[in-house]
């Protein structure tokens, strides 16, 4: 830690989560530097005291112990206990959300909005969700953080929407299980669209009219063995085929 006991470190970690906001990797990275992290959240640094919340929030604190003294590090100022508390009543509600029951397949109206979608998910268990299509709603990478919730999803339509590289690396970080994506028409960029290469579930992929570059079409190719359907159409790289 630096001479002035930690406050440059925690303005430089303030300005790498905010471009990499809950990037697995980079909160990985950040895990090993749980003893300064404590020790400034114990200071009353709020940096550190939402950084802390992620780590748990990502069961990245592997020793139960240090869990423990995560959360006791965290009670221990009253903005850590309102960090905390915010945490808390996040994982209760994902905890309701992932509840067997509810439907299996879910269409939302084509003018529907990012609230619309977390008003609508906050209405009961999703535990069943396999299929979600925001095809031609009005929905952006805002609504990522309610579809990350849907661990059960398979299917999941995006075509014609305003998501775009943001909300694709949440999903990606979170969706283990989804087999086939469209995300026809939508801006994300061709940098972005590499990012699916971390999504190995995947066994149908729609990139049509979308930024896709012949390199990145190559490097998801090879990355992704179990997709089976990739549509390129009106797209660089199909025109490359």
């Not at 112990?65 to 994902?94: I, P, W």
């Not at 929407?161 to 995300?183: A, I, P, V």
Request: proline letters at 2%; glycine letters at 4%.
């Amino acid at each position: 830690m630096c001479d002035d006991e930690g406050d440059l470190w925690s303005f430089m970690l303030e300005k790498l989560l905010s471009c990499c906001y809950k990037r697995r990797k980079f909160l990985q990275v950040v895990a090993t530097l749980l003893g300064p992290l404590m020790l400034r959240a114990l200071r009353n640094d709020e940096t550190c005291q939402r950084t802390l919340c992620s780590l748990l929030e990502f069961d990245l604190i592997e020793d139960r112990d240090f869990q423990l003294q995560t959360v006791t590090t965290l009670q221990s100022t009253n903005s850590g206990k309102r960090h905390y508390a915010v945490l808390c009543e996040r994982q209760m509600h994902l905890r309701q959300v992932q509840q067997r029951g509810g439907p299996r397949k879910l269409v939302l109206p084509c003018k529907s909005t990012d609230a619309d979608v977390s008003r609508l998910l906050s209405s009961g268990s999703f535990g069943n969700l396999e299929c979600l299509s925001l095809a031609f709603t009005q929905v952006t990478s805002a609504c990522a953080e309610e579809i990350i919730k849907l661990s059960s999803l398979k299917y999941l339509s995006l075509w014609s929407t305003q998501f775009d590289d943001s909300g694709l690396r949440l999903l990606s970080e979170h969706l283990r299980n989804l087999h086939t994506l469209d995300l026809c028409e939508t801006p994300i960029s061709d940098h972005g669209l590499a990012i699916l290469a971390e999504m190995k579930s995947l066994r149908k992929l729609n990139l049509n009219s979308t930024k896709l570059q012949p390199e990145t079409f190559a490097w998801l190719k090879k990355n992704l063995p179990l997709v089976k359907e990739f549509d390129i159409r009106y797209t660089d790289a199909w025109a490359c085929t």
